[in-house]
């Protein structure tokens, strides 16, 4: 009996651990994605991958900093990933469309837009629409 609650005791105080240690590293991860510095960040994610390879709120963490370092296809692996892993993270959705935006796939990014449920939905369809105007117009004026 003693033995038991000793070693329930040790594996309770290894998994806190544990715990603490991953919650610090999305803390830095956080910290440096709000300070923009991504390239720091990115570095985070990939270590709390290495632990927690399944975390969707991880891979978007870091498709977030791929994409706020203008690495869009980068950033769109990422949403793939925390997509594939949880199929309703509307922000990933969301963000997704914008890094397929940056890399002018519109209609992938329409796509995306309808299944992200965003408040701000509407307003960045019409600014998509508007981007595929200009686009148009700018190829039948060349």
């Not at 803390?27 to 510095?37: P, Q």
């Not at 994610?45 to 900093?65: H, Q, T």
Request: charge should be neutral; charged fraction near 30%.
């Amino acid at each position: 009996m003693k033995r038991t609650l000793l070693f329930y005791l040790l594996i309770l105080s290894l998994t806190s651990t544990w715990a603490q240690t991953t919650s610090e590293y999305l803390d830095f991860a956080i910290k440096y994605t709000e300070e923009n510095k991504h390239d720091e960040a990115i570095k985070v994610c990939d270590k709390l991958l290495e632990m927690l390879p399944n975390s969707a709120d991880i891979f978007y963490l870091r498709g977030v900093n791929r994409y706020l370092k203008s690495d869009f296809e980068g950033a769109i692996l990422d949403f793939d990933s925390t997509l594939s892993i949880n199929p309703n993270h509307s922000d990933a959705y969301f963000f997704r469309a914008k890094s397929k935006r940056a890399l002018k796939d519109y209609w992938g990014a329409f796509r995306d837009l309808n299944k992200a449920k965003d408040e701000n939905f509407y307003s960045t369809i019409s600014t998509l629409a508007g981007d595929m105007v200009r686009s148009i117009f700018r190829k039948s004026n060349e």
